[in-house]
Every structure is written in structure tokens, then in C-alpha cells.
């Protein structure tokens, strides 16, 4: 009986350890199949596809980037070869580069899937990726590249009614066909690597009084009077207007036109750090923004809502960072009654039959304010531009509406910005141009954005 029962005793063991052997065996598998399900092992897809991408550059020629009128930017002549740039400076920290030894970069690694590999039927017929179609405008890029060359900071581009961007130009930059044989010499200049026009957020100074303004309206004390003696104290400090500036008795409108900073100071603080707050928020300032190309990043904090981070926040500078992009953004909202649209880069994807398989498209964004608020702020920035002795641009000499910015940096030096859209009665375009690390003003950016109207309404 006892000998039964040990035999017993053992058949359960053996049964158990059987068991827990079998569950193991089906955790251990379950594992090695969750990671090549799609989504389930990211480090698994990413190996996977850079395993496809290695066989499809032997057999493929890679796709080509061109511009919205059909222009080459990129193209490549057999698989694996070498990859040709039409423009080697304006359009390299924006397309970016294909390389053996360097990999991707910019819209080169964004799209490499479709680039490199596309179905393109059988038989004799060439292998080639995709090509793919941006909204930029070759021709402005290379013409705002040139604009802004000589100095630190970036010009934006875009359509006002669908989002389309049309120039993302930055400075300083690099020769894409260089990016092999002189690779550790371009990779030792500061910020070649990072566009300033989206992915190099900072202190925007007065052109922040965009939304500012729309707090102000909103509440209904655009009319009220302030009196600006030229600075203001707040929590012991003395905060000025630019230059120590003095303007009197001014309400809203003065009050934007002179860029008084006094002003704009005066209005947040009677009306709260909690509403300020909400009124970023609306602008979607400090949240991640995803586009078709990229993610934008800005910083909007008010802290514990003090009176001085209030204050110095009413006009750009406190904690605030924001990049020309998102900036090109809030403009373009004011511009559009309210609306704001997302900006998109990829206007198409052509598969190697010549079928569209992406294509881009004005998509809303969110309602920033009512039209009457809009209005208001249009009429305004269009008295700024006149009162800047900004030129008319075009054969039909329409006029420009816009914002300067200048945000003290600390060290000496500015931000100096520009925001603008035209015509100013009809918005098509917005342009917004900025200047880092530069001892110059906003005003001083005039040329380069009425060289682009011109230039844009022009070849209408």
C-alpha cells in the first residue's frame, strides 16, 4: 500500500514537472512568434524591414524625390548606385541623404520603404521604388535658401487655403554630394543636422502677441486704455518695452502696432496666467503635432501662473519656445478665419505601374478662434505691415499684413523674427522668416520675404 502510494506520488510529480516543461515550451514559442507578428516587436519589424530594404537595393533602382511641377531632386540611375541631388545645399536637411555607409536621413528615411522597393509587375520591365512628389516648389526653396545662406535661421512657406508647404529652407546646412568624403568635417559644424525652420524651437519674441491678441479680443477689452510709461515691475522686476520705449495712453491696436510690450504685459495680468494658458493651448502650443514628415515640438509653460512668468510670457519670451513651422501655424490660422490646417510635405507616391498610391490633402486641424476674432487680428497686422513700410509685392501690388518679433536671448544677442501672409485682404501665402544668434531686428527680415511674394505671385 505504502509502495502504491510513492508510485502514485511520483506519476503526479512527474506528471506536473511534464507540465510546467509544456507551458514553457508554449510561452518560449508564443514569444518567438509575437516577435515577427507586425506591431508586436518593434526591434523585430525594424530588423525585418532593413533585412528587405538590403535586398531590394540590389535589385531596385531607387525611387526619385521631385519637387510639385515635376522637377528631380533625388533620382538614382541603377540599383544600388549612386544618388544624385539637383540641389545639394538648399534641400539637404530637409530631403536629406541615401547612403551605403551613412544609411538615411530626412525624407530619404522617411519614405525609404517606398523608395527602395515598389510593384512594379513582371516580365522585362525595369525594377524601380516609388517616386515620390513633395508640395515644395524647387525653385523658392533654392531661392529662400539663398536669401538666408549667410546667416543662422529659416524661412517657411505655405498656402494659406489647403497647407501645403512650399519652401522649408534652413541655415546653416550641407553638401548632400559631399556626404561620404567629408563626413566627420560636416558632422563638426553646430546644427547642419537640424532644420531650424521645424525642428529647432525658440523664444519667439512679439510675433507671440498673435496670440496674445486673440486673449485680449476674446475678452472683450480690446478698447480699454493702458498707460505705458515705458516699463512695468512686476514681482521687483522691471520689465521694458524694447528700446525703453515710452507710448502713452494706447489701447489694443496702438498697443500691437508699436509692440508694446508694457501693454500686452498690462492685459495678461489683469486677465490671469490660467486664461493665458488656455489661449496657447488653443494654438496647440506645447503639445507633440505629427505631420507627414515630421513631429513638432514646442515649449509652453507658465509655471505656477506668477505674475512675472505671466508677464514676460504675453510677448514671447518667459518659457516659451516654438519653431518658425508652428509659428507659419498660428499665422496661417489667423489668415484663414480660424481655421487651422495641417501642414503636409508629401503631395504624392507613384508606384512603378505609374499608380498614385498616397496622396496629400488639405486636412483641418483645429478652430483657433471665430471669424470675428480672426478679422480683427487681420486688420491689425495689416496696419503692422504699412506701418513697417513693407513694399507691395506682385504686378498687382498687393500689400503684406505681418508681425515682428526680436526675443532677447540673454547672451547679447536675438531672435529676430518676421510672420507675415499676403495679399493682406485676401490671404494666399503665408511666409515666416527668422534670424537666430543676430544683434539685427525683426523689420530687418523685410527683404527676404517681399523677394518671395514677388517671386510667388509673379508666376501666378
Keep these: 500500500?505504502?509502495?502504491?502510494?510513492?508510485?502514485?506520488?511520483?506519476?503526479?510529480?512527474?506528471?506536473?514537472?511534464?507540465?510546467?516543461?509544456?507551458?514553457?515550451?508554449?510561452?518560449?514559442?508564443?514569444?518567438?512568434?509575437?516577435?515577427?507578428?507586425?506591431?508586436?516587436?518593434?526591434?523585430?519589424?525594424?530588423?525585418?524591414?532593413?533585412?528587405?530594404?538590403?535586398?531590394?537595393?540590389?535589385?531596385y533602382v531607387r525611387g526619385s524625390i521631385l519637387d510639385r511641377n515635376g522637377n528631380t531632386i533625388a533620382f538614382s540611375q541603377k540599383p544600388g548606385g549612386t544618388r544624385t541631388y539637383s540641389h545639394p545645399y538648399a534641400f539637404s536637411n530637409l530631403v536629406g541623404y541615401w547612403s551605403k555607409i551613412y544609411g538615411t536621413y530626412g525624407v530619404e528615411k522617411t519614405m525609404n520603404d517606398v523608395l527602395v522597393h515598389s510593384d512594379c509587375g513582371n516580365g522585362d520591365q525595369e525594377k524601380r521604388g516609388a517616386d515620390v512628389t513633395l508640395t515644395i516648389d524647387a525653385a523658392l526653396q533654392e531661392q529662400a535658401y539663398k536669401d538666408i545662406k549667410k546667416y543662422k535661421g529659416s524661412v517657411v512657406v505655405m498656402n494659406a487655403k489647403t497647407g501645403e508647404l512650399l519652401a522649408l529652407a534652413s541655415s546653416p546646412t550641407f553638401n548632400v554630394t559631399e556626404i561620404e568624403e567629408k563626413w566627420k568635417e560636416i558632422n563638426e559644424k553646430e546644427g547642419v543636422f537640424f532644420s531650424n525652420a521645424y525642428q529647432n524651437p525658440v523664444a519667439p519674441g512679439s510675433v507671440f502677441k498673435l496670440v496674445t491678441s486673440k486673449e485680449i479680443i476674446e475678452a472683450g477689452i480690446e478698447k480699454?486704455?493702458?498707460?505705458?510709461?515705458?516699463?512695468?515691475?512686476?514681482?521687483?522686476?522691471?520689465?521694458?518695452?524694447?528700446?525703453?520705449?515710452?507710448y502713452g495712453s494706447i489701447a489694443y491696436r496702438e498697443g500691437f502696432v508699436k509692440s508694446s510690450n508694457v501693454y500686452f504685459m498690462n492685459r495678461a495680468l489683469k486677465l490671469g496666467g490660467l486664461r493665458l494658458y488656455k489661449t496657447g493651448r488653443s494654438f496647440l502650443l506645447g503639445e507633440d503635432i505629427s505631420l507627414d514628415f515630421a513631429t513638432l515640438h514646442s515649449n509652453f509653460d507658465l509655471k505656477d501662473y506668477e505674475d512675472n512668468i505671466v508677464a514676460t510670457t504675453a510677448f514671447g519670451q518667459g518659457e516659451t519656445l516654438v519653431t518658425p513651422l508652428q509659428m507659419a501655424m498660428i499665422t496661417q490660422s489667423i489668415a484663414n478665419d480660424g481655421e487651422m490646417l495641417k501642414p503636409y510635405l508629401f503631395k504624392s507616391v507613384v508606384n512603378g505601374k505609374g499608380k498614385t498610391t498616397q496622396e496629400g490633402k488639405t486636412e483641418k486641424l483645429v478652430k483657433t478662434m471665430d471669424v470675428d476674432t480672426a478679422e480683427e487680428i487681420k486688420e491689425v497686422m495689416k496696419e503692422a505691415g504699412e506701418s513697417y513700410g513693407l513694399s507691395e509685392v506682385g504686378e498687382q501690388g498687393y500689400s503684406i499684413a505681418a508681425k515682428t518679433g526680436t526675443a532677447e536671448r540673454g547672451d547679447g544677442t536675438n531672435n529676430a523674427w518676421?510672420?507675415?501672409?499676403?495679399?493682406?485682404?485676401?490671404?494666399?501665402?503665408?511666409?515666416v522668416a527668422n534670424r537666430l544668434k543676430t544683434t539685427e531686428i525683426g523689420k530687418t527680415l523685410a527683404p527676404v520675404v517681399e523677394d518671395l511674394y514677388d517671386t510667388l505671385f509673379d508666376h501666378e
Design 1 to 59: 500500500m505504502k509502495k502504491n502510494k510513492i508510485n502514485f506520488l511520483r506519476r503526479t510529480q512527474l506528471l506536473q514537472s511534464a507540465t510546467l516543461i509544456c507551458v514553457i515550451l508554449m510561452i518560449i514559442s508564443l514569444v518567438r512568434v509575437s516577435a515577427l507578428l507586425p506591431g508586436v516587436s518593434e526591434e523585430a519589424d525594424k530588423k525585418k524591414s532593413q533585412a528587405k530594404a538590403k535586398v531590394y537595393e540590389k535589385e
Design 224 to 246: 480699454e486704455e493702458v498707460e505705458d510709461t515705458g516699463s512695468l515691475k512686476v514681482n521687483g522686476q522691471t520689465i521694458r518695452n524694447y528700446g525703453g520705449k515710452a
Design 418 to 431: 518676421l510672420v507675415t501672409f499676403a495679399p493682406a485682404d485676401d490671404p494666399q501665402y503665408i511666409i
